[in-house]
């Protein structure tokens, strides 16, 4: 399994990106698959995941600004980052996953490079 993640670069803040994380080695549409991030210092964080039936959640920090979509055609996934704050600044990471029993999204081991995303005031 490869995940490969591009789209990161320098934005001012209120502008937008949209990440895209291309799979090869399974099938994205048969899983759940995520964003994280983890900026300098600190622990890596979910950020938004899309079920197998695109359900979608997100954490409070980006509702309303970032949505997830998944093109099963191209098993890619993708997350469209609007209205973007320097705290959005980290390094992103797309997984593919499921979900335990709590209904928390569980990633499995394979992990993209990340992108850098750098929001400037």
């Known amino acids: 399994v490869q995940l490969q993640a591009s789209g990161g670069g320098l934005v001012q803040a209120g502008g937008s990106l949209r990440l895209s994380c291309a799979g090869s080695g399974i099938d994205f549409s048969r899983n759940a698959e995520a964003w994280y991030r983890q900026a300098p210092g600190k622990q890596r964080e979910l950020v938004a995941d899309i079920a197998s039936n695109n359900v979608t959640n997100y954490a409070d920090s980006v509702k309303g600004r970032f949505a997830i979509s998944r093109d099963g055609a191209k098993n890619t996934v993708y997350l469209q980052m609007n209205r973007l704050k320097p705290q959005d600044t980290a390094v992103y990471y797309c997984?593919?996953?499921?979900?335990?029993?709590?209904?928390?999204?569980?990633?499995?081991?394979?992990w993209g490079q990340g992108t850098q995303v750098t929001v400037s005031s």
């Open positions: 997984s593919i996953g499921g979900y335990n029993s709590n209904r928390a999204y569980t990633p499995f081991d394979e």
